[in-house]
């Protein structure tokens, strides 16, 4: 018995000396993963087009016009506008933050999706990172003998959240202006749609790229077409009235969006639209449509108007 | 600190940081951006030439339903007070020439319109979408940002006292 119990001891000093050199390894790739996370935010990767700049500023944009959408991806004819102004002002070389600026002058602060982060709004941003730095020094305190386990994962997300933080411009790499000149998607879309004719994604970008370029008949009867390969998706009704309205042809708009409410009755943007419509032809569906409006959407960016509106009206 | 103290301390600290976090108005009494371009028919149009007029500038579009309604607002308004120096200046927005023209035609107003196809002047103005009017004062000061359809009441509150002032 006496053997045996030596036995069952013996492998114990062992596996403490086996233990060491593992936390060195924890600690030594905690560290590279540190130095990977500093060099990320410190050193620029490849060089961003003009094209990308624009992408990433507009995203960083709120589409005043829509609910919760940015502007690079928002097909609102002042969304259309607002990318230009920033292809523009990226041109000129300006940085992300003075095009921020320069928005902010004109919109306000709620132009952009990322709030400020100044007076005492820096509070809601600090808070979270002061409880997380609180968390990590009562697990440090409380597990003194683990320090090297639990420190090192500490210091990397602390210096994780302080790259994040960091100011810079990552566009300063970028191009000169005239590097990157845009050209005309539509041939390209096209030629993909026509070799595709089932692919709704192809189908939706031509119809926007061409109610981007003014094509508004062009653009309706592709819209037209994606809402054949999608026919109970509203939103595509609406962009196909919208592109009928902009292209001058109402009747037929009206007809689009008539459609669209028989697939969702309280589709936002189709009773804001066909309403107003109605609401000009002296038609009273249009007051109903408009309150239908501010019924499924009270805190649309438009619902503030069309109640002023009604409330004129009556 | 009790819990109740402590629980009244975070409710007034939040609502100071909500109140904190409300953002001022727009651009209201500054100076109206520039706007100049050209128009419809071709002429070029400048807001700098009507300095020391009070201007009302109207971004508007034919495709634009809500803007029929206040095109007889603004015909009425040139007529009441023309003589006393309000001038119009239309922002045509992401629009085409004809049915653009044809628009004005239809509703019988003056009003000369910048050409805006790309929409970039309409952003350089904070437009948010359509319809939207400005009031400018004789200094060339924005007073008055106007969203949505322009009413007589408008014109008599707002635009009527900045041009007899």
Redesign the interface.
């Known amino acids: 018995m006496s053997a045996g119990r030596q036995e069952l001891r013996a492998p114990a000093p062992r596996a403490r000396t086996r233990r060491r050199p593992l936390r060195w390894v924890v600690a030594v790739l905690a560290g590279a993963f540190a130095l990977t996370g500093i060099w990320a935010a410190v050193v620029p990767g490849q060089a961003p087009t003009q094209a990308d700049q624009v992408r990433t500023i507009s995203q960083t944009l709120r589409c005043p016009t829509c609910l919760g959408e940015d502007v690079a991806d928002s097909a609102s004819p002042i969304a259309e506008a607002m990318r230009l102004v920033v292809a523009e002002q990226v041109a000129e070389g300006r940085s992300k933050e003075e095009i921020q600026a320069w928005f902010t002058a004109r919109y306000g602060d709620e132009v952009l999706l990322d709030p400020p982060r100044r007076g005492a709004g820096w509070v809601l941003w600090l808070l979270p990172m002061g409880v997380l730095g609180v968390g990590a020094g009562v697990l440090v305190a409380g597990r003194r003998h683990r320090l090297l386990t639990f420190g090192a994962p500490a210091a990397v997300v602390a210096v994780l959240i302080a790259a994040w933080t960091l100011p810079g411009d990552r566009f300063e790499e970028a191009p000169p202006a005239g590097a990157d000149e845009q050209v005309s998607a539509i041939p390209v879309l096209s030629a993909a749609a026509a070799e595709s004719p089932g692919n709704l994604t192809l189908r939706l970008a031509l119809a926007r790229g061409l109610e981007d370029e003014g094509r508004f008949d062009d653009a309706a009867q592709e819209y037209a077409a994606a809402a054949r390969l999608s026919p109970m998706e509203p939103g595509i009704r609406y962009r196909h009235a919208f592109a009928l309205l902009r292209g001058g042809d109402q009747d037929r708009a009206e007809d689009v969006l008539t459609q669209s409410l028989d697939i969702d009755a309280d589709h936002p943007a189709t009773l804001l639209l066909l309403g107003s419509i109605r609401q000009q032809q002296d038609g009273a569906d249009g007051t109903d449509l408009l309150h239908r409006f501010l019924q499924v959407a009270p805190d649309h960016p438009s619902a503030a108007e069309v109640r002023a509106w009604l409330e004129e009206e009556d | 600190m009790r819990p109740t103290r402590l629980c009244a301390l975070g409710l007034a600290l939040v609502l ?2 909500l109140t ?2 409300t ?5 209201e009494q500054q100076e109206a951006p520039e706007l100049a371009g050209t128009g419809l028919s071709g002429e070029h149009i400048d807001l700098a030439d009507h300095r020391g007029s009070v201007v009302i500038v109207a971004a508007w ?3 634009c ?2 803007c ?2 206040e095109m007889p607002v603004f015909a009425q308004a040139q007529q009441d007070m023309g003589e006393e120096g309000l001038a119009l200046i239309g922002l045509n ?2 629009d ?1 020439p004809e ?1 653009a023209m044809a628009f004005l035609r239809d509703h019988d107003v003056e009003l000369p319109s910048i050409v805006d ?4 002047l ?8 359509l319809p939207t009017t400005f009031l400018i004062d004789r200094e060339g000061r924005v007073v008055d940002v106007h ?3 322009v ?1 007589e ?1 408008w014109i008599e509150d707002v635009v009527a006292p900045v041009v007899y002032r």
């Open positions: 100071v940081l904190a976090c953002s001022p108005a727009g651009s579009a034919s495709w339903t809500v029929r309604a927005l992401q085409r049915p196809s790309d929409g970039t309409s952003v350089h103005w904070g437009v948010r979408g969203h949505g359809q009413t009441n």
